[in-house]
């Protein structure tokens, strides 16, 4: 017996603490850095669990983190309740509607999968291993990031699961001002228990990516920047400059080799666009290029999916400059324990103001640089988190101020956190986060604390 058991009874889902069985495999997240061990670790199996655990948590004055894949956890929740929504997975798709209806732990696969059979596309990323809801309360940048925007732009509805334990809908007219927080504040307001999103018609796309050697990065990004500057809204892409781990699962061209690739995915268009970059970058060691459905190209990246420890950070920038381009490689050489680096880049549909407006702000940034790097001990770790602080130190004079929460490194402070805002989008979080989380129970994030 021990004092949750009473609690435990309740439950659909299940729950552990220390010493029971399977307690080891669940106190984690996705991303291993953050060792957490929570006192209770509760796999919700309904809304009703959701709202069972956040009352427990603020009767009894818990530490209360919500989580659903993992892979965004920022900070570790010792002694107190995870509310792991990872077993509501369930997705519904209104086809005439073009409208997705998610679950709070459903990853983005199974919504593209249900999408798929009607040719409709949500707004994934490069991991369809995410939570599609999480993602979409950071903002969410996808592989239509252009043509369609931010996927918190596109995010209709929400039932919510606020700090007293109360579901509520959020919606244009039923607690608007929730509606337009949750859209880019990420999951400071409460538990999404359901998230209702825009889809598109998407039949078909080019996607892939070609790849060349290392040393001809500086070149290639060179390249590939001025193509930016050219291209349609159709035309969403990002350049990677990467170690590639000698893994057998690796193409053989790149593996254990120093890369620097180009990805794209074009929604439209005859080709043209793409046939005018491969022409100017010439002959790569591996081109994969190719006429795709939606499904076929956001399940073909080339993300990791086994839990790990990562770290990295981001920074934006207004152009890519050759003193940017040069500070990027030195960061991530041949040898350097931060081994590769992405520059995204943004504008077209993500750059104008959406129909109805939300939290998302920076929209005018043209790219996003985000390093990564693996830190399997605390010395690796501290190696890796010096070499990152001293890259992107350097790279600071070419950088503009701001941030985007889905790519803010772990352990965000409120002025962290502060710098992925407009200020005017900041206080109105303020206040919106003073309406429905007074005490900030939701904190375990990247925390917009009340305001006064
Ligand atoms: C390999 C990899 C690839 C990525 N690619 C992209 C990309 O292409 N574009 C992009 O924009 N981002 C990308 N990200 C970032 C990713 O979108 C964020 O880490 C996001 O927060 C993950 O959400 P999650 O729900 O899977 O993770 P979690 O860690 O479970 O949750 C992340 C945050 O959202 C909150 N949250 C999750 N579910 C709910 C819910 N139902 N209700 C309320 N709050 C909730 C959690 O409390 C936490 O604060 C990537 C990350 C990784 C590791």
């Excluded at 991303?31 to 069972?52: C, E, F, T, Y």
């Excluded at 792991?84 to 999968?113: C, H, K, P």
């Excluded at 549909?349 to 939290?359: G, I, L, V």
Aim: glycine share 10%.
């Amino acid at each position: 017996m021990n004092h949750f058991d009473g609690f435990r009874a309740t439950l659909a889902g299940q729950a552990f603490a220390p010493g029971d069985d399977g307690y080891e495999d669940v106190r984690r997240p996705w991303n291993l850095l953050i060792d957490q061990r929570p006192a209770l670790v509760v796999l919700a199996g309904s809304v009703a669990d959701v709202q069972a655990t956040v009352r427990l948590a603020t009767e009894r004055g818990l530490p209360l983190a919500v989580q659903s894949s993992g892979h965004g956890a920022v900070h570790p929740c010792d002694d107190g309740v995870v509310l792991n929504v990872s077993r509501l997975t369930g997705v519904a798709v209104d086809a005439d509607a073009q409208v997705a209806s998610i679950d709070a732990g459903a990853r983005w696969r199974a919504v593209l999968e249900a999408a798929a059979p009607h040719e409709l596309a949500g707004l994934s990323g490069t991991a369809p291993t995410v939570g599609a809801v999480g993602y979409t309360l950071g903002g969410g940048l996808g592989l239509l990031l252009r043509r369609y925007g931010f996927a918190a732009d596109s995010v209709l509805a929400a039932d919510v699961v606020t700090a007293d334990g109360t579901l509520v809908h959020a919606s244009e007219t039923e607690n608007p001002e929730l509606l337009w927080a949750l859209k880019g504040g990420s999951g400071n307001f409460g538990v999404v228990t359901r998230l209702q999103v825009r889809l598109y018609h998407v039949p078909l796309v080019q996607t892939g990516m070609a790849v060349y050697p290392g040393d001809r990065a500086a070149e290639v990004l060179a390249t590939w920047a001025d193509w930016t500057g050219s291209v349609s809204d159709d035309v969403t892409s990002a350049a990677m400059v990467m170690s590639v781990p000698p893994l057998p699962s690796v193409p053989e061209p790149m593996r254990g080799q120093h890369v620097v690739m180009v990805r794209a995915t074009i929604a439209g268009g005859d080709g043209a666009e793409l046939d005018a970059l491969r022409s100017a970058l010439g002959t790569p060691l591996m081109d994969g290029f190719r006429t795709a459905t939606y499904l076929e190209a956001a399940l073909s990246g080339m993300e990791p999916t086994d839990p790990m420890p990562s770290t990295g950070d981001s920074a934006l920038l207004d152009e890519l400059s050759p003193a940017a381009v040069d500070t990027l490689l030195e960061l991530t050489a041949p040898g350097s324990p931060v081994p590769g680096v992405e520059i995204r880049h943004l504008g077209g549909a993500a750059a104008k103001d959406p129909e109805q407006p939300s939290a998302v702000s920076h929209r005018d940034a043209r790219y996003v640089a985000a390093a990564n790097a693996l830190a399997p001990t605390p010395e690796q770790l501290a190696v890796v988190r010096q070499r990152l602080a001293d890259g992107f130190g350097a790279l600071e004079p070419h950088t503009r101020p701001g941030r985007l929460v889905n790519f803010m490194p772990a352990r965000s402070t409120p002025e962290t956190v502060q710098a992925a805002f407009s200020p005017a989008a900041y206080q109105r979080l303020r206040e919106v986060k003073r309406t429905y989380d007074p005490s900030n129970v939701f904190r375990f994030n990247h925390n917009i604390p009340p305001a006064p």
